[in-house]
């Protein structure tokens, strides 16, 4: 008998019928001889209606508050899946984020999980209830609900697993697993069937959509085996899990790309200790996170200096960076927002050479000119002309041999 | 200084537009000088809308996860008055039933308020947040989310009112406060400006559908001055109080009519000790409530007996009746759906006599026909033909002269 944490998410749950069809997969699950805890998000579309409400209201709606109508959406969710159950025969009993609890720290809409007890949880499966979870929210030390931002559901069943020890964390999603690639991009792009934590992190935080970073890492630090697979079909799904000695180490395993940056170049900054910290502080001070960041020494104690923000936040960080070029003496800020970063990814470069260089050399080979470059122990990023890069993802798909099936 | 309680319905807060109205409203208000707590309603058709959704899971859901999937209507208004409070310059802070607490008994669907404690609420209070309550809602014990049922909002404001010391509590609702009789029924239907809590608990127990009968019992029980208005206007409403030596004893305050029952005969039952447990046992052991009871005596040891009970229940209680009737020797059973009752209520009746005779007399004077009768120490209630329910009202109206403004 195993003990399995299963997610399911917006889509899987977007009506009543498909909320009776998640109610027969996890009771499925439980007849096999299974404990299933099941996480569900809000119907699709329900976050969408709520915002909307709240911004007829307040342009930018006070956090508390919007936490306490957002958490409304799974808290319907669990509910219905409960009647469903019961509805089957099984005696299914709702947590909502106080009731677990999943207690968070007080960032409201962001929140980190802190502590999950879970002897509540313990209790309803000894008793021979399935306990359907609320994800997404959580409680304060103070009881005010609180929510964990994007992806907050996937956080909330692996938290759970890691709580209650579970053999794995299935997240059922409205995709069949992760892909080398985006297939939208890429029609060649092939299902994994195993990915570890750390690639699947930088495939998470690069802008593949399946899983939400926090939740792998929180994977990772607890050792939570997970599997993402399809909600509306039983085939295998993808398996994200520790490195190992047996795994085949897969050069690169996959492709990513993000439209979602700008870049800022500062020319003729003058070269001295305190310099970055003049011209990134108030960036941070804005809330504004910096990705990339190059330096080029330029002659006599100069420097140019680019780097990359989100692109929601390029005409402010523009602004606050021209303020700063000005009291420190640079020449002048120009910036970008067409640009595009691609990246690949796999836990085999640890213990290999070149693979950036043919990375480079690919990419050249397709007249695509490297704007900004960043590496990291498993993973190469090079921003692009946002124009590229449909050609860029698909020759590196190819030139790695992403299009064909593993040996 | 004043501590007022607001408690506004269901029409009131209908979409983000009416509930900026409710939050001025509110903050006008504290503007002038008191504090305010606000409780609220769900969205008007949102209660539907979520019991919608559970019968297409399931036609008798669970009532614990109705529950759950109810309370998220009063959460996402609360939420968003906070907004709206927002917007307007004031810090108003969500409270939802676990929040506060509301504690309950765990009769889900229509649970009893047992205690609230009110230290959070003070607490906001003392500072300057105002305070709102999720209406309806409330946690067990165990940290359940029950509901209050039919009503439950008005029950929430008058308990909180109660619990705090309130000097008001006033109802905003879609009229404009308590009339006669139904304006519906009788164009001549006038508002009261006043009505005590024993009258005001024998209109809504009788039909009047303006406030629960039991927040209005919470009310006279602690002595919270009600006071019922229109949230679409600032015009006086209709105060519900205490009656007291200086108020003027109207002899007949208003007239009520329902027409959700229906009524049972036995005839030739053996009048013998126990006979009335024996009949009625079964009745109230199927959970339905019987109003009405006429005992006729006949001669030679035999009665016949005539109840009524909520027409919804008629045909379950008719089969039930009839299984009673042949074990105890009855002669035969028969019954009445298209009956109405119609009441007279008022103070006064307890210091006048003759009241009850002027209704058969005005009753009779238009050829209606008394099939039951009832009495109470501030009420006198006839069933009748159905079909003659607006006559009846009509008549009894005017020949009480509640048309005319009072002197």
Known sequence: MALIVQKYGGTSVANPE??????????????????????LSAMAGETNRLIALAQEIQDRPDPRELDVLMA??????????????????????????????????????????TEIPCDRLRSALSSGRIPVVAGFQGVTETGAITTLG????????????????????????????????????????RKLDR???????????????????????????????????????????????????????????????????????ITKVPDRPGIAAAIFKPISDANISVDMIIQNVREGGITDMTFTVPRNDYEQALEIVQGVATSIGAEKVFGQKDIAKVSIVGAGMRTHAGVASRM????????????????????????????????????????????????
Do not use: W
């Not at 005696?91 to 720290?105: C, K, M, N, Y």
């Not at 930088?202 to 970073?213: N, T, Y």
């Not at 122990?377 to 798909?397: F, G, M, P, Q």
């Open 18 to 39: 498909r909320i009776k069809n998640v109610a027969e997969r996890v009771t499925k699950r439980i007849r096999e001889g299974n404990q299933v805890i099941a996480v």
């Open 72 to 113: 409304t959406g799974e808290q319907a969710t669990i509910a219905l899946f409960a009647m469903a159950a019961g509805g089957l025969g099984f005696h299914a009993e709702s947590f909502l984020g106080f009731q677990v609890p999943i207690r968070t720290d007080s960032s409201h809409t962001k929140a980190r999980i």
């Open 360 to 407: 480079f050399d690919i990419l050249s080979r397709h007249g695509i000119n490297i704007l900004m470059i960043s590496t990291s122990e498993i993973k190469v990023s090079c921003v692009i002309d946002e124009k590229y890069t449909e050609l860029a993802v698909r020759a590196l798909h190819e030139g790695f041999g992403l299009d064909k099936a593993a040996a």
């Open 195 to 265: 990915i570890t934590y750390e690639e699947m992190m930088e495939m998470a935080s690069l802008g593949a959509k399946v899983l939400e970073i926090r939740s792998v890492e929180i994977a990772m630090l607890y050792s939570v085996p997970l599997h993402v697979r399809s909600s509306f079909s039983d085939s295998e799904g993808t398996y994200v899990v520790r490195e190992d000695e047996t795994m085949e180490k897969i050069l690169v395993s996959g492709v990513t790309y993000s439209r979602n940056e700008a870049r800022i170049t």
């Open 150 to 189: 994007r992806g907050g559901s996937d956080t909330t069943a692996v938290a759970v697993a890691a709580a209650v020890g579970a053999d794995l964390c299935e997240i059922y999603t409205d995709v069949d697993g992760v892909y080398t690639t985006d297939p939208n991009v890429c029609s060649d792009a």
